[in-house]
């Protein structure tokens, strides 16, 4: 089902109405999604809503234009990317993305405290282990040393990291396929229930990825 | 559709030119001169009155502290963000300028903001297409560098209307110039302008596809252009001096603003003669009739202006990386603005994107002709422009400020607009009406590292417990790249009044004064050309009158007809300089009047001295407008 966003009969811009992104696009709320198809889409609405186009019309038309066109634009870059679509599914259900949170985020800012972060259980070890490795690395350049054993030993956790986060958006897209199926029905999934459970198991796999990423980001820094 | 012509206008550092849709191509319109560029260059004549474009340019030299040029340097910014510009040009600020206010520049003895300043040079612009079509232009799209940050954004809006314009958008330079060189719809691909004019510069990568051009990426410097070299070389020649003529002598030279005037014009014409020269001439006349003369290879200048041209690679690159893309899948390179034209700026631009740019286009005009472009389409568009559509971004991130000096992006850089993001504040205290936020610009992570673009105050938040209301501030970028907020309690569903502060810019109960002002001043302004027009009338007949009294024709007026001329002589001669226009006027044209007989019998004396076979260079009629009669009202153009 599709937002209207011209009249049927007559083809004028219509006031835009508060739609989720999936509807305005006259999508499913599915994961899965034929980017091709957006992008034809996306096009195909920017010819006919951008302020451009109405730069002659009446005032309110003006303004219905100008708010459509963002929704399209912000609709597009959001569906378009699969991370920032995922996190849009999540927020649309309902689930808050807890440690990545901005309130947690201005929290500890405004507190000093550190953010509570949460280690995927699966990377103890090799969290335990790198953050080790850092330290020293970090011991070493104030002493102005050079340790090459070490070095070659963090880039080698470094490139097992790039593994599991590309590994992780594999593991984001198999839950992809339960959402959809569970969408579609008919599956033992298809409960509300059933469609927590998902969501959650997503939720982990961004929280998991972001970790990642964000100690990635530390062994470049450290490593400059 | 409207009846009116729109045009389409590029506001240059250096040159400005006015462009329209003239059936399936765009055409510069030029000005009374003939010429397609105007100088952007302001200057008050002797008669305090305003002079703008190639006329305004001698002054730079004869009365430098009179005129202003490279405004667009200065807009949409404060006094603490020119320090730079200050030492490299000869700006002159207002003496009682306070921190935060808009900046006000002194030409003569009078001060204008930029934005006024630009609207005279849009205001020449507008008259010249006013001409050319016979008929009132009061629409306009105006470009602006991609780069430029909303208060600069905003200030040029400003000037549109200051003018008298009605800016129907804002579009940015890069994406103007692919218009113009886009408008063959069959181009399509990954094409990249490199704009490198006066004063800033911009890459920016665009997909063009089916008639749609959409910028991918974008990003520049808006303090780096061709007078940033001009700037290098009067250094150079400034250093020289003081080496051959000693250290006083050139720091005088330095103090002198005409000095300075003339050494800038020297090397700018060097400058433009090595792009297709081997060296070039420096050849300055110096106070006390010293000169300094140089001779500048091509080798020598390109190692000069190597740092200042390798500071468009930074860009080029993050621009390449934000659009994801490799040299290699770029299908052409389109040059623009005057500083392409240098040899090495070329075998950058072909070194960095492994092409050779495309150099059909005169880098000058193309981005003035793609404005009309976009002026046809926001008219209802024509049978080329149909299928045309822009897709813009927005330049810079735009963030709020949070606890901690933080700024919380909430719309990236690269964004296609227009563009929004919604935020939810609540209140701290019980009964708190007011909610403050700080919006600001830039890629960085410190408030203090970023751009303040302006401070909104949320008002008539109705009052409840602390933390109970729920604010919905939603922050628009519309297809200007310009921002808009607007707020809503969402419990209550009040609309919340929003009072902006822009950082660095006017109020738009500022620019409603200026737009009065200047119509002031243009009434001020007439009145000032009309009394010095009638002066030169009077001034005209006053003298074929002193030469009429020593004609023969003169003994034979009656004693009476001379004691009448010779009264109104002196009475013309009492108000002639005065600021009484209608007076000078009723002087003259009653001087004429009694002149009227002693013309007729010197026409008699003239012709028959002919007859006599003498010629009538003893009459001798005086250069200029040519007269009936001798003392004939003059015809001035």
Known sequence: MRAVHFCSSCGKVQPPVPVDYFTFFGFPRKLNLDVAELEKEFYALSRRLHPDVFAQANAEERSWSLEQSSMLNDAYRTLKDPIKRTEYLLRLEGVELEEQSKQATEKARATGELKKQVVPPDLLEEVFELNMHLEELRGQKKMGEDDPALLEEIGKAKLSLEEKYDALLTELKTEWKEWDKSVDGGTANATEEGRRKILAKMLDVLNRRNYVRNLVRDVNEAME | ?637
């Open chain 2, 1 to 637: 559709m409207s009846s009116d012509y729109i045009v389409g206008i590029d506001l240059g550092t250096t040159n400005s030119l006015v462009a329209y849709m003239q059936g399936d191509s765009p055409v510069v319109i030029p000005g009374e001169d003939g010429l397609n560029l105007v100088p952007s260059v302001v200057a008050l004549d002797e008669n305090n009155q305003i002079v703008v474009g190639n006329a305004a340019r001698k002054y730079l030299i004869e009365t430098p502290e009179r005129a202003v040029y490279s405004v667009k340097r200065l807009m949409g910014r404060g006094v603490d963000d020119i320090q730079d510009e200050l030492k490299l040009f000869p700006f002159r600020l207002a003496e009682d300028l306070q921190a935060g206010e808009v900046l006000r520049i002194k030409i003569g003895e009078r001060t204008y903001t930029p934005p006024e300043i630009s609207a005279l040079v849009l205001r020449q612009l507008k008259r010249n297409a006013e001409r050319f079509f016979g008929a009132p232009v009061t629409q306009a799209v105006i470009t602006v560098p991609a780069y430029f940050n909303d208060a600069q954004r905003q200030a040029t809006k400003d000037a549109g209307r200051i003018a008298g314009l009605n800016v129907l958008r804002l579009v940015n330079e890069p994406t103007a110039a692919s218009l113009a060189y886009g408008l063959d719809k069959k181009k399509h691909g990954i094409v990249v302008v490199y704009d490198l004019g006066g004063g800033t510069f911009d890459i920016s990568i665009l997909k063009l596809h089916d008639g749609i051009f959409e910028v991918i990426a974008t990003n520049g410097d808006t303090h780096l252009g061709g007078d940033d070299i001009d700037n290098l070389l009067i250094a150079i020649a400034l250093d020289d001096i003081r080496g051959d003529l000693g250290l006083e002598f050139g720091n005088e030279v330095r103090r002198s603003g005409e000095a300075v005037a003339r050494i800038r014009q020297a090397v700018i014409e060097a400058k433009i003669a090595l792009s297709s020269q081997p060296s070039a001439k420096l050849d300055v006349d110096l106070p006390g009739g010293k000169k300094y003369q140089r001779e500048i290879s091509l080798e020598v200048f390109e190692q000069m202006i190597q740092p200042i041209i390798d500071r468009t690679v930074g860009p080029c690159k993050q621009a390449l990386k934000d659009a994801g893309l490799k040299p290699e899948q770029i299908d052409e390179v389109v040059l623009v603005g005057g500083s392409t034209r240098i040899p090495k700026v070329r075998r950058l631009v072909q070194d960095l994107f492994q092409r050779v740019p495309h150099t059909d286009l005169n880098p000058d005009e193309v981005v003035a002709l793609g404005a009309a472009v976009q002026a046809n389409i926001l008219g209802g568009g024509s049978e080329i422009t149909k299928e045309m559509l822009l897709l813009d971004v927005t330049p810079l991130s735009l963030g709020i400020e949070v606890a901690g000096g933080v700024t919380d992006k909430i719309i990236l850089r690269n964004s296609t607009i227009p563009a929004s993001a919604t935020q939810y504040y609540t209140t701290q205290i019980d009964g708190q009406t007011n909610v403050a936020i700080h919006v600001l610009q830039g890629e960085r992570e410190l408030v203090r590292d970023c751009r303040s673009l302006a401070r909104f105050d949320l008002k008539g938040v109705p009052p409840m417990p602390a933390g109970l209301p729920r604010i919905e501030v939603k922050f628009l970028i519309d297809a200007n790249g310009i921002l808009r907020v607007s707020a809503r309690e969402q419990r209550s569903g009040k609309e919340a009044e929003i009072d902006v502060q822009p950082t660095y810019g006017l109020t738009d109960e500022q620019v409603e004064n200026m737009l009065l002002e200047s119509f002031d001043y243009a009434e001020e302004d007439f009145r000032q050309r009309q009394v010095i027009e009638a002066r030169r009338e009077a001034d005209t007949i006053l003298t074929a009158l002193a030469k009429g009294k020593k004609n023969p024709a003169w003994p034979e007026l009656t004693s009476e007809e001379r004691r009448h001329v010779e009264t109104l002589e002196k009475a013309l001669v009492a108000v002639k300089d005065g600021d009484d226009y209608h007076a000078i006027r009723g002087g003259i044209d009653a001087l004429n009047q009694a002149t009227m007989r002693l013309a007729e019998l010197m026409m008699d004396t003239a012709v028959s001295s002919a007859l006599k076979g003498k010629t009538m260079d003893g009459t001798d009629f005086e250069e200029g407008p040519q007269a009936g009669h001798p003392v004939a009202k003059a015809e001035f153009k």
